[in-house]
Structure formats: C-alpha cells, structure tokens
C-alpha cells in the first residue's frame, strides 16, 4: 500500500466518520420498526451451515470477552481468512501471494471471533444443551445489531428469520443507538488501523517460503489491527 494511497483512505474514512456523528437514532429506530425485527434465539446467524457467520470484532471486544471468560486472546480471536486453514494448497498461496511476506508470513486485516473446525461460532451451544451463547453479556456489537449494519450513513439489513416482527420503540431506538455506535467505532478502528498499517515485501517469490512452513504444520499469520501488528501461529497438523 503506497503513501499517498494509505493518505487518501484515511481522508475518505474521517469524512465518513465526521457524518456519523450526524446521523439521528430516532430516524434509523423508525427504519428498524417500519421492517420489524424480533430475535428467535434461532442461533442461525451463528452456524456456519446457514451461511457466512464470521464475526470481525475489535481488540477492544477482544479483551471484553477474554477477561469474560478468562480464556486467552488466541482462544477467543483468529486471523479472519475464511476457509483457509481446510485448503493450504500451492493454488490457495498463489491466490494470496500479495499478502505473504518474504518470511512466509500470511498478512491479514483485524480479528474475527473463533470457530469450532466445523465452522459454528465457539461460543454457541449445542442446540441439544440450551442453543444459547456462553458470551452473551459480553457479545460483540457485530452480534447485538445483527441483522442490521449501517453502511456508508445507510441502514443495511441481512437475511434472518426473525425480520418482519413487531419491535417496539423504547427497543428500535435502543438498537439503533447500537447500531450508530458500532458504526462509529468500525470506523475509528479502521482509520486506525491504516494510520498503523506497516508496508512489506509481498509478491509470488514468497509462496516457497509458506509453503515450507505449511509441511510443517503451522501457518504463520501478521494480523494488522488499530493497535499495530500481532504475529500468532495456527497449527494445521
């Protein structure tokens, strides 16, 4: 990412997050009723058979659920590349060759909350023993707002079961006070992020280097977030 580029995107994102501080709850809480929107405690949205059910959380949130839970960073977080890890294959490396450095290290951009190897949320239970999260009180805002997102000051909505459904006012304005807050904070995260961002060598002569690095069992990741870089390793053996 050269210079001038990195200067304009943090340019483009504070004008976006001067205009979020502008954008009025009651007006996106009456969106939310005109929709309707109830949780079903379905837990859909965080099984992966249901579709994409990654959740991008902060180094804020991160801490938040490690000292919920007393579990270690690396438990609760890893690097977001979806599906990766089930294909470290040579054509899987080609495709990802800008983001591996000259060490072989995979490059990636902020956090995502684990999964369990068949791709469910970690923290989901069995529907079996209750289908409630175990992080619930301290559940990132990617969850507590699903299905909704506002997107460049718009409120987008996702697919869900539970759309349709009476909301009543006190809790629309609740979840679009939420949602606003969310939106603020992704985009400070994201600003940060690139005012922190550190350039390295990238291209296709590095995939040697990854490669040797998968035949012994681990991929070695450099995860960019609004604090810096964090290199973590993954076991794939």
Same mark, same amino acid.
């Given at each position: ?169 006190? /809790? =629309? ?6 949602? !606003?807050?969310?939106?603020? @904070?992704?985009?400070? &995260?994201? $600003?940060?992020? *690139?005012?922190?961002? /550190? =350039? ?6 590095? !995939?040697?280097?990854?490669? @040797?690095?998968?035949? &012994?069992? $681990?991929?070695? *990741?450099?995860?960019?977030? =609004? ?11």
């Amino acid at each position: 990412m050269n210079h001038r580029f990195k200067e304009s995107l943090i340019k483009r994102l504070t004008t976006e997050l001067e205009d979020a501080r502008k954008i009025n709850a009651e007006g996106i809480a009456a969106e939310i009723r005109n929709i309707g929107f109830s949780c079903l405690m379905c837990g859909r949205c965080c099984r992966r058979e249901h579709g994409d059910n990654s959740v991008i959380i902060s180094p804020a949130e991160i801490q938040d659920i490690c000292l919920h839970t007393g579990l270690d960073h690396d438990s609760v977080a890893q690097p977001p590349l979806e599906n990766f890890e089930d294909l470290p294959d040579r054509k899987k490396l080609e495709d990802l060759s800008e983001l591996i450095d000259i060490q072989g290290n995979i490059h990636t951009f902020g956090w995502e909350l684990s999964r369990n190897k068949n791709g469910d949320c970690k923290f989901i239970q069995d529907i079996s023993t209750g289908n409630k999260c175990v992080i619930y009180a301290a559940r990132p805002l990617l969850c507590s707002t699903y299905p909704f997102h506002i997107e460049e000051g718009e409120l987008k909505v996702s697919q869900c079961e539970g759309l349709g459904k009476e909301i009543g006012s006190a /809790e =629309s304005l609740e979840l679009a006070s939420d949602l !606003i807050e969310r939106y603020y @904070e992704e985009l400070k &995260e994201t $600003i940060l992020l *690139y005012e922190n961002y /550190e =350039s390295f060598k990238s291209g296709p002569e590095n !995939i040697n280097k990854a490669m @040797e690095n998968i035949r &012994e069992g $681990i991929i070695n *990741y450099v995860v960019h977030d =609004s604090t810096g870089s964090h290199r973590t390793t993954r076991n794939i053996s």
